[in-house]
């Protein structure tokens, strides 16, 4: 059974950083594409920052650019997610997404983890 564990949110003020993480099992971690998305209240579910497995090749919403930094540790299946200077605007539930890559196939999320930014 695929699973993706997200821990790491919390509350936090503006300006704050928070580090979340997302470990995968039961997959072949090397060979997933990883992504995390975010859903803030009202808005649908967006993407945030995507990554191979290896690390070689990140894209990040406009949004992220120079503030989030995503990342990978293929010894602990784990792919993270680096928040700097947070704002009100990055609120949400972040869920972690793994794609297969061809030909294994698959999409997997997580539970979702909370992240609130507020003074």
């Known amino acids: 059974q695929v699973q993706l564990v997200e821990s790491g949110g919390g509350l936090v003020q503006p300006g704050g950083s928070l580090r979340l993480s997302c470990v995968v099992s039961?997959?072949?971690?090397?060979?997933?594409?990883l992504s995390w998305y975010r859903q803030s209240p009202g808005k649908e579910r967006e993407l945030v920052a995507t990554?191979?497995?290896?690390?070689?090749?990140?894209t990040y919403a406009d949004s992220a650019k120079g503030r989030f930094t995503i990342s990978t540790d293929t010894s602990k299946n784990t792919v993270y997610l680096q928040m700097n200077n947070l704002g009100a605007e990055d609120t949400g539930v972040y869920y972690c997404?793994?794609?297969?890559?061809?030909?294994?196939?698959?999409?997997?999320w997580g539970q979702g983890t909370q992240v609130t930014v507020t003074s």
């Open positions: 039961g997959f072949r971690f090397t060979v997933l594409t």
């Open positions: 997404n793994g794609k297969g890559d061809w030909p294994y196939g698959g999409d997997f």
């Open positions: 990554t191979t497995a290896s690390g070689g090749t990140t």
